[in-house]
Antibody, heavy 117, light 111 residues
Framework: QVQLQQWGAGLLKPSETLSLTCAVY????????WSWIRQPPGKGLEWIGE???????NYNPSLKSRVTISGDTSKNQFSLKLSSVTAADTAVYYC???????????WGKGTTVTVSS | QSVLTQPPSASGTPGQRVTISCSGS????????VNWYQQLPGTAPKLLIY???QRPSGVPDRFSVSKSGTSASLAISGLQSEDEADYYC????????????FGTGTKVTVL
């Protein structure tokens, strides 16, 4: 059973860079898209982007200029960096596994990130 | 920003059937399979149905889906109190470089 464990800073000031990491346990890193998704308080889900095992990335156009997703296959980990954060980036951030067949099918527990001066 | 449109709320009494709609376009629902998620308060979403009508292990067959053109719907039969949650549809979108798009979400209340 694949499990995702995520961690990172939960409180940021405006203009700082959000940084989260997700570790994959109990499953293969190859053959999937490793994704980040966020959910602002009381709102819906927003797909941020993904990376596959070969390092190819795909980002939501609305965030592309500020997002970097990277991966470390030797550690079965992938990371999210979101630069120049504002209060609008306050959300629960989830790491997740996705495939073309099942979509996003495994989720991390989520990390609450608050941006406040 | 959500590309798929759902009603904000739906409700029913225990035992009733509740249906949630999800409207998209030819680049997402119209050309790809639809997945559905259940999110209980304070928890991560859980995959409920994938590839239009496949249920992961453990998901009861009270949950079923249908799809027609650029729309899909989720039906919950025999509504139970534990079904009270937020439900999201989702699909890959070909027009946005393979972006994964979610619905706006529907809060299901068991009266």
């Amino acid at each position: 059973q694949v499990q995702l464990q995520q961690w990172g800073a939960g409180l940021l000031k405006p203009s700082e860079t959000l940084s989260l990491t997700c570790a994959v346990y109990g499953g293969s890193f190859s053959g999937y898209y490793w994704s980040w998704i966020r959910q602002p308080p009381g709102k819906g889900l927003e797909w941020i982007g993904e990376i596959n095992h070969s390092g190819s990335t795909n980002y939501n156009p609305s965030l592309k200029s500020r997002v970097t997703i990277s991966g470390d296959t030797s550690k079965n980990q992938f990371s999210l960096k979101l630069s120049s954060v504002t209060a609008a980036d306050t959300a629960v951030y989830y790491c997740a596994r996705a495939s073309m067949v099942r979509g996003v099918d495994v989720w991390g527990k989520g990390t609450t990130v608050t941006v406040s001066s | 920003q959500s590309v798929l449109t759902q009603p904000p709320s739906a409700s029913g009494t225990p035992g009733q059937r509740v249906t949630i709609s999800c409207s998209g376009s030819s680049s997402n629902i119209g050309g790809n399979t639809v997945n559905w998620y259940q999110q209980l308060p304070g928890t991560a979403p859980k995959l409920l149905i994938y590839s239009n009508n496949q249920r992961p292990s453990g998901v009861p067959d009270r949950f079923s889906v249908s799809k027609s053109g650029t729309s899909a719907s989720l039906a919950i039969s025999g509504l139970q109190s534990e079904d009270e949650a937020d439900y999201y549809c989702a699909a890959w979108d070909d027009s946005l470089n393979g972006l994964y798009v979610f619905g706006t979400g529907t809060k299901v209340t068991v009266l």
